[in-house]
Nanobody, 119 residues
């Protein structure tokens, strides 16, 4: 019941930056947490970063700490992922997911946006 649309992906050189956006619509009032995941070819989907919708507390995967920053704009129902110092291993399809209040699983997902980092 929450719709998510990602944007901002593209092709960048190693060391470059990219900013992803995830616009939420629908029952956004019921969102507890928004998070970014990514999936590279031949690999399982992995957690990247998360932010609590109300309090704004964040968490990051060790692989992106210090390089990626997740933020939110509640008025715009949008979450962002600022990616700096990109590495080729960051290449993946990035997905936005929403976890509802009183829920443990991510019940809504975006369509994904491709991020490709060249050497």
């Amino acid at each position: 019941q929450v719709q998510l649309v990602e944007s901002g992906g593209g092709l960048v050189q190693a060391g470059g930056s990219l900013r992803l956006s995830c616009a939420a619509s629908g029952r956004t009032f019921n969102i507890y947490q928004l998070a970014w995941f990514r999936q590279a070819p031949g690999k399982e989907r992995e957690f990247v970063a998360a932010i609590n919708w109300s309090g704004g507390s964040t968490s990051y995967a060790d692989s992106v700490k210090g390089r990626f920053t997740i933020s939110r704009d509640n008025a715009k129902n949008t979450v962002y992922l600022q990616m700096n110092s990109l590495k080729p291993e960051d290449t993946a399809v990035y997905y936005c997911g929403a976890r509802p209040m009183l829920g443990r699983d991510f019940g809504s997902w975006g369509q994904g946006t491709q991020v490709t980092v060249s050497s």
